[in-house]
């Protein structure tokens, strides 16, 4: 319309003005910087337009929400089994028990969080300290038989294999399940009731273990002499202890500070109830007052008892500046294939309470392997039953088991917690590695280590060491 009524206007003043090219240029001239201008105009609000609707869709793509389907954590409490998710066998069997919130910034400088707010950044990683455990220690006569060297014995060569792994952990835990006496003052050596050598301590220091636990229901075998012989022996050596003591004055607590990160750790064993002179007992032997006191120990009928204790044992932890806290307990029935229901109640109470790390023995076979997450968010990793780490418990000799081989298994199960800039320690990764306790002469245990092949195993028998591997890999994540 704009163009039709200049032109018309052009039209009436050249019939008026015939043969005055001045005006008629001028007037063509004007009517070319008239077309110009429009276009321009109608340019220009185009992209006016254009460029309000993309700020309209930028302002609505991170309105203060993450998108659908991101709640803002990796995935927590997965598993990777052993060998990988391929089964390829080239990936270490681990558990990534991490997830943090993410602060995401918006096209326009704003964070997902609010209005004008500025970035938060991502606490940094200062300091690590790993933790590791394995499992029941068990010298049956056949093992001892086995590692008699003269008059005296030799263990070393059991842990050959799997030493390197011990000394590859900062802190290394190990379930000694015998007590530790001197023929010299009358006591002979016998594998059940257990009464053991010295030379066992003096080889699980040498191969990297640290920390014996000592409470376990063979821990009063020998009475009250191996009760408080065992722990002298492990002081004299410069080994931890955590589940026993020898005197009221002493703590049941240990407190370890590794990399700058103080770890807790508490110790327990089921008691087998009480008899008519003692109101505990262990494998059905009696326990005085006075020694009972020395033994870190709860009854299944009174798990309300135990709980207080946890709790309690959780403030001393605080009170001594603790920011990780493990938990080994023995429980759970002996060759079976699942952990209990009290196995589980009890832990998720203890999850309940905040403890980080819950490590079970006495089952002499791998259980499961989980993590549980409570409603404020905290996780627990447990693993049920870490098995049997050396003892004479063949599959050929355990109709307990269904001669199925199980107790010829055990773990190496691996933690590490995380110290960041901000002061908070948290649970980090997690490893397992099975072992298989291989009888070719003496006993030897084998690491099946996932992130090898099965031809790098150090075993004899590469198809038992197999079989062995499958039967936990199963045990923990089936």
Known sequence: ????????????????????????????????????????????????????????????????????????????????????????????????????????????????????????????????????ATGDILLHMAVLEAFSVGEGFDFSPAFTEVAPYYQSVDLMAANLEVPLVDPADGYAYSGNPFASPDAIAAALKNAGVDICLTANNHTYDAGHYGLIRTQQVLEGLG?????????????????????????????????????????????????????????????????????????????????????????????????????????????????????????????????????????????????????????NQRKEYMSGDGFRGYTEDGVIFIVRFDKYDNGDVRLGDTFAIPTWVEQAGIFRIVPLDPAKSPEEWPAYNKALAMESYQRTTSRLWG
């Open 1 to 132: 319309m704009w163009f039709k009524n200049i032109w018309n206007s052009i039209k009436t003043n050249l019939k008026r003005r015939k043969g005055d090219a001045a005006v008629v240029c001028c007037l063509l001239l004007i009517a070319l910087v008239s077309v110009a201008f429009a276009v321009s105009s109608r340019s220009v609000a185009r992209q006016g337009e254009a460029d309000r609707s993309a700020q309209t869709e930028r302002e609505g793509e991170w309105s203060g929400r993450p998108e659908s389907g991101d709640d803002g954590h990796e995935p927590g409490g997965s598993t990777v089994p052993a060998g990988g998710e391929d089964g390829s066998g080239d990936r270490a069997a681990s558990v990534s028990d991490k997830g943090e919130r993410e602060t995401r910034p918006t096209d326009s400088g704003r964070t997902a969080s609010g209005e004008g707010e500025a970035p938060t950044p991502e606490p940094v990683c200062v300091s690590s300290a790993t933790l590791g």
């Open 239 to 391: 080994l931890g202890r955590v589940g026993t003591r020898k005197s009221e004055d002493e703590s049941f607590l240990t407190v370890r500070d590794v990399n700058g990160i103080r770890i807790g750790m508490a110790c327990w064993t089921y008691e087998t109830g009480a008899d008519e002179w003692c109101e505990k007992t262990l494998n059905g032997i009696g326990i005085p007052e006075a020694d009972a006191r020395l033994i870190n120990s709860f009854c299944f009928e009174r798990l309300e008892e135990f709980y207080g204790d946890a709790e309690e044992t959780l403030r001393l932890m605080a009170g001594q500046g603790c920011e990780a806290t493990v938990f080994f307990i023995h429980w759970g029935d002996e060759y079976e294939d699942l952990p209990n229901a009290l196995q589980q109640e009890i832990a998720h109470r203890l999850s309940a309470l905040g403890v980080d790390v819950i490590i079970g023995g006495h089952p002499h076979v791998v259980q499961k392997y989980e993590v549980i997450e409570n409603a404020d968010g905290h996780r627990t990793a447990v693993l049920y039953s870490l098995g049997n780490e050396l003892s």
